[in-house]
Nanobody
Framework: QVQLVESGGGVAQAGGSLRLSCVASGGDEFSFWTMAWYRQAPGRQREMVATIASGYNTDYSHFVRGRFTISRDNAQKRVSLQMDSLKPEDTAVYYC?????????????WGQGIQVTVSS
């Protein structure tokens, strides 16, 4: 069973920075997993923030491109999200997601979520 544990959230002022980390346990071949960060603000649907594939290809939503950077450390089974130039609208619960290819399709795992609050 795969478990994902996020850390690094908290409160930052607008224009500031935070760094989120997600460490995986269980499973194997972390390097093959597609990892992602999602977020969900109150009253809104969960939305994709950034993804990083096994080949280190990255993708970002337009609302964070140029401000956030996703990275991965396969040896530590860790994916990180560096968040710079934070805005109040970045306030949300952030979730780590792992997508693992199987013989029949994909298995998806989520972390428990971590709060990020940006004050103006």
């Amino acid at each position: 069973q795969v478990q994902l544990v996020e850390s690094g959230g908290g409160v930052a002022q607008a224009g500031g920075s935070l760094r989120l980390s997600c460490v995986a346990s269980g499973g194997d071949e972390f390097s093959f997993w597609t990892m992602a960060w999602y977020r969900q603000a109150p009253g809104r649907q969960r939305e994709m923030v950034a993804t990083i594939a096994s080949g280190y290809n990255t993708d970002y939503s337009h609302f964070v491109r140029g401000r956030f950077t996703i990275s991965r450390d396969n040896a530590q089974k860790r994916v990180s999200l560096q968040m710079d130039s934070l805005k109040p609208e970045d306030t949300a619960v952030y979730y780590c997601k792992a997508q693992i290819r199987t013989y029949t399709g994909y298995d998806t795992y989520w972390g428990q979520g971590i709060q990020v609050t940006v004050s103006s």
